[in-house]
């Protein structure tokens, strides 16, 4: 009897260990995919899939044109340009693009996926994302026209400003009184 | 309260009197009645009182941009509700809370999904801590923005209710591996940051309520994530997943934005705590002052460090510094209200104002803080702001 109660008993601590309170309920498959947009810089995360930016010009055109012009130059005061300024973080005034300062093309290809175009988010298919992804990148510079981007090639992309970002060094600024 | 103070007699002798005087009413010309308005259910301010945020869309698509919080018309620390600064990058999205979902999943040992009803049930805990965006006074250090609402309005104080973010990790049992979170908004954009989980285990929380109420839909509704101090684009608003992993995602706002650029063209990444920082509200840009005399100089001062220590006002453009009252409670990591009292002989002043945190940190001069991070670093400028009191009163930029 004494050997039972005590045998509940840490059952009861060993269940209070793994889920304290037991509130939630289990995730499934469905509730991670539903929601799963986030690529990091080594791929992971990146569904398979494949665009050249021959392909993704006329995308480009029809879905993005409207608000970053036509090659990409933006609107000043409206939209941001998505080419431009690469040499240019030096200079009085630095000019940050995806060209001149983003380190990552998987970033450009996660940005573009779960937010572009603007009004209609997550509208393309991944397969129109690497082709438009291809073509903003071509557009700096950085890939050429037929080069097909996919879940391996991607990564590999080296973005100009890919060591252009230090740690947190604050508190860097040292005040006397 | 009068009420219940007044002697029953009392109450209903001027009861009587006033039914009296309905009965004469009646005979002779109809009083205006002198009895207030009618309840109503949510309160509303006074029509008298009008101050706003300035909303500054910043393209031609909607819900891009921001609005400011009215720093010079308000008073102790809490801001309210519907003045609290916004900075959306997609919009507000309208989120029926009985759908809404926060998905925890990733290095987990238990995957879990949490329904409004469930977060509420955990433990709960309260907070007052300000938020200010990463880019407030983005244009300061080159530009002298005239007035505070301008160059410091992306800054807020509320207090936020929810619960611990470390109770709801244990909760799905974190992986040793897991070392970063991405937090992830259900708005348009989905936008996300990447979280260092000791952050998440320290003193974030999950927030559904705001200053007694639950949160408005500008500020998460219906829930938030709540890092004290951090810079506000990482307090990711109407949170629907915490993605725990092993790296940080590199998302467009931790590389494109809210990276601080030096002079040497590298850019400071994962600037996430909002250094000491204090501005006069007022006499501030824009006011103007009845005359000489008395005037009070009052102003906040906030660190993402921890409480604020110490702020000194200089009536004389720097030369001297005298300290000011603080206001108790000074709590860490929110807002603290400071005041100095003032006799104005007239003639032209500059003031300002400038604060050191329990660390230590003293707030830099802006040719300080120009000297170590330039004039393009944008985000997280916190230099001293003078204000110039001319001697007809109106007060502007120094």
Redesign the interface.
Known sequence: MRSWLLLLCSAGVIAAQSQPYGFGQPATAADTTQKDLTVFPSGKGLPPGKGTAEQGAAIYKEKCAECHNEKGEGRPGQYPALVGGIGSLTSAKPQKTVGSFWPYATTVWDYIRRAMPFDHPRSLSADEVYAVTAFVLHLNGLVERPQELNEKTLPAVKMPNRDGFVADRRPDIKSKR | MTEELTPPRRRFLALGASLAGAVVACRKAPVPSESGAHMRAYGERSPHEKTVRVVREL???LGTGSSRTPLGELHGIITPSGLHFERH??GVPAIDPASH?L???GLV??????SLD??K??PSASRVCFIECGGNSIGEPGANLPDVQKSHGLLSCSEWTGVPLS?VL????LKPEATWM?A?GAD???M?RSIPVSKALDDAFLAYAQNGEALRPEQGYPLRLLLPGWEGNTNVKWL??L?L?D?P????KE??NY?D?????????????M?ARSVITRPSGGQKLAGPGFHEITGLAWSGYGKIARVEVSTDAGQTWADAELQAPVLSKAAVRFRYPWRWDGKEAVIACRCTDETG?????RD??I???G??SGY?YNGIKPWRVNADGTVTHA
């Open positions: 393209t031609k698509s990058h997609s979902r998905l925890v999943d040992e238990r995957p879990l999904t949490f469930d977060l049930r955990f109770i244990k909760e799905a049992g991405i992830e348009a954009a989905r996300s629907h997943r993605q992993v790296q995602a590199m998302s467009a590389t494109a990276t650029l030096m002079p040497d063209g590298k850019a400071q990444q994962f600037t996430f705590v250094e940190y003293l707030q830099p001069t300080g803080f000297a170590v991070r004039l393009n997280h």
